[in-house]
């Protein structure tokens, strides 16, 4: 019999179930912030003390949540191929890969109690990814020269916010949405 070895395919079981939690746990958290962990259960379709293995306090799932989308951040960074041509172009799809991410960080953003973890206040690849799109777009003409990368940054993130509240506030397509951020995003950078 051909396979993958016990312990290899419980392992793959339980990141996916890891996985699901988390998921779970930004959707149920995104509709009600103080949601108990048995709403996050459910929504995970597993049972209270599967969830409890992996996160036996709430303070332990808002640490994986954290990590979870530090990891989910690197990887749109990556998927936006942003060492690829004009930096404004790639700046732009690196701000459609950020946008896919939607409710992860728009609870990142809006729970202080994730929001402040010593993670999040420090650099990641992912930010200096960023600051050097933007130094990039300096260098290349295709951003203006005088938009501080670290104010790019802030003001990236900014619109990012500003769209998924406009699709949950007003009930916007998420389309129409990133369209008006990625219009907004080429007109604040433009030379």
């Known amino acids: 019999m051909t396979g993958a070895p016990v312990g290899v395919a419980r392992t793959a079981t339980r990141a996916r179930t890891r996985r699901a939690i988390l998921d779970a746990a930004v959707t149920v958290l995104c509709r009600d912030p103080a949601a108990a962990l048995g ?41 936006a191929r942003t060492d690829e041509g004009l930096a404004v172009v790639a700046l732009a799809r690196l701000c459609q890969e950020y946008f896919a991410l939607g409710d992860a960080l728009a609870l990142i953003f809006s729970d202080p109690q994730i929001a402040c973890r010593p993670e999040w206040s420090e650099q990641t690849s992912a930010d200096r990814t960023l600051l ?27 619109l990012l916010y500003a769209s998924w ?27």
């Open 132 to 158: 050097r799109l933007v130094e990039r777009g300096h260098a290349d003409g295709s951003i203006d020269s005088e938009v501080d990368p670290l104010w790019a940054q802030q003001l990236l993130w900014a």
């Open 39 to 79: 709403e996050i259960a459910v929504e995970a379709g597993v049972g209270r003390t599967t969830l409890h293995r992996y996160f036996p306090e709430r303070t332990d799932l808002l640490d994986g949540l954290s990590r979870h989308v530090l990891e989910r951040i690197a990887t749109a960074t990556e998927r």
């Open 165 to 191: 509240q406009h699709v949950n506030d007003n009930s916007v397509a998420r389309y129409d949405a990133l369209g008006h951020c990625l219009r907004t995003l080429r007109k604040a950078f433009a030379p």
